[in-house]
């Protein structure tokens, strides 16, 4: 942007909204990222991406209406543009029925500060780590490593002004045999690079190639399994997209009360299980004050600068709250649960590691991984997807070969039913959904009757 810097264009396009209000949001995305495949350093690239956006409040016959625009500016006159689009957005639309007053949210000292830029350091510490491992003959190697940094402006009509920089990194590493026949993955999510540790990443691929080399096959069906903590993650990310307040007094998702109502304060789980956000999580922090533009069914933009507190979802097995906008939540009679973009998800009870948790289990399946992940039936969640890079074999607690991967129909609230034993929770990077949501704290879990549905032949 040549003529105004972002803090800049916030201010200007508030001023151009006028007395009908709104909120403006800047965005200055920076990126760094290294890819590799066949053992060798394929590309690397690093960009600069800003972006303004505008939600515009204007009064429309019976309430306020609510319109966005967005898109790259280079002066005033893109602004001038961005506020026209999203106020006719706003006058076509109709009445927002969550309109509320917007709060008066912070005013952060640092918000004119530039952003921040993003260094090369994380990254070195990756291509450096990768020389030696890439050396490796008896196997190849693919992967992927980005860093990166997002300074948000976010500045309403009723005084908030709010800066945010917040830092995101994932790291993932494949190993396969020459044959394809063979591949198995890991990989890590948080906030830097700068703490994978490439050996044991190198070190876990390997021995999961290893336990491949023994083939055992079996049938689809119920059986007892392992899940990763990744596998885990990926199904409590979805539980907890779902688990809006709104949908369930509609009687739209599965958390809604057949009897009416919603299903807060049912008892889903005999373990002692908690799926929380917290936006202060140490080493998965994240934004803590609502920041939307339009309105969902989890989000309003009416709500924008409001703090996000703590969020037990799920507390000793029971659902405690569901997550809402200050409307849906009057429409739901639930206490307003803003959410964020982290997920802790832990047993009381359990213990150890993965491999510990899968020496626990005398006959059954570990399930390093989950992909393709897709809602079946909203009613009651149930999702569909497929295992991938690594299903091994269980018995007496000993890992003795591979199995063949599989299709899962399940639902992740069903599911919590039949845990049977957990892990500790631990940093993870769930693969499915990683592109959106990478900051998570998930334990291992050992599920009863999960349903592996049908045979599948990808590696």
């Known amino acids: 942007m040549t003529a105004l810097n972002l803090p800049e264009a916030v201010e200007y396009a508030l001023e151009q909204l006028g007395t009908d209000g709104g909120v403006v949001?800047?965005?200055?995305?920076?990126?760094?990222?290294?890819?590799?495949?066949?053992?060798?350093?394929?590309?690397?690239?690093?960009s600069v991406d800003q972006t303004l956006a505008i939600s515009a409040f204007v009064p429309v016959s019976g309430g306020v209406g609510n319109g966005m625009a967005s898109g790259q500016i280079r002066d005033r006159h893109d602004?001038?543009?961005?506020?026209?689009?999203?106020?006719?957005?706003?006058?076509?639309?109709?009445?927002?029925?969550?309109?509320?007053?917007?709060?008066?949210g912070p005013q952060h000292a640092d918000f004119s500060s530039a952003a921040q830029d993003l260094g090369v350091a994380e990254l070195t510490h990756v291509s450096s780590g990768l020389a030696e491992i890439l050396q490796r003959k008896d196997q190849q190697f693919f992967g992927y490593a980005e860093q990166s940094r997002d300074t948000t402006y976010v500045g309403t009509s009723s005084g908030t002004r709010m800066r945010f920089v917040e830092d995101t990194s994932r790291f993932e590493l494949c190993a396969k045999s020459f044959d394809r026949t063979s591949s198995a993955w890991s990989g890590q999510g948080g906030t830097t690079l700068a703490n994978v540790n490439l050996e044991t990443h190198a070190n876990e691929v390997l021995s999961k190639l290893e336990y491949q080399k023994v083939a055992i096959e079996i049938a689809p069906g119920r059986h007892t399994v392992a899940l990763s903590p990744s596998a885990v993650a990926d199904l409590m990310i979805y539980l907890l997209w779902s688990a809006a307040a709104r949908d369930a007094a509609e009687g739209r998702n599965a958390f809604a009360n057949p009897q009416g109502g919603t299903r807060v304060g049912e008892k889903l789980s005999p373990r002692k299980l908690s799926l929380i956000t917290d936006p202060h999580i140490p080493g998965i922090e994240t934004i803590d004050h609502v920041i939307a533009l339009g309105s969902s069914?989890?989000?309003?933009?009416f709500d924008t600068g409001l703090a996000i507190p703590r969020a037990n979802v799920i507390t000793d097995g029971v659902l405690t709250a569901l997550g809402s906008s200050r409307h849906a939540a009057e429409t739901a009679k639930l206490p307003f649960t803003p959410l964020t973009d982290n997920i802790s998800f832990s047993d009381s009870d359990g213990s150890g590691s993965l491999t510990d948790l899968a020496s626990r289990m005398t006959d059954g399946l570990l399930i390093t991984c989950l992909w393709y992940i897709r809602e079946v039936d909203p009613q009651n969640l149930l999702l569909t997807g497929?295992?991938?890079?690594?299903?091994?074999?269980v018995r007496d607690g000993q890992i003795v070969g591979a199995a063949n991967n599989f299709r899962f129909n399940e639902s992740p609230i069903d599911m919590l039913s039949r845990v049977i034993d957990a892990g500790d929770a631990a940093a993870c990077l769930p693969r499915e959904w990683a592109d959106w949501f990478s900051r998570a704290q998930v334990a291992p879990l050992m599920i009863d009757k999960f349903n592996l549905s049908t045979r599948s032949d990808a590696v």
């Open 79 to 104: 602004i001038d543009l961005l506020v026209a689009a999203s106020k006719a957005a706003a006058k076509s639309a109709g009445p927002a029925v969550d309109a509320m007053d917007l709060v008066a």
């Open 297 to 301: 069914a989890l989000s309003s933009a």
């Open 386 to 393: 497929l295992t991938r890079d690594g299903v091994y074999v």
């Open 25 to 46: 949001i800047g965005g200055n995305s920076a990126t760094n990222n290294l890819r590799w495949a066949n053992s060798a350093l394929t590309t690397n690239g690093d």
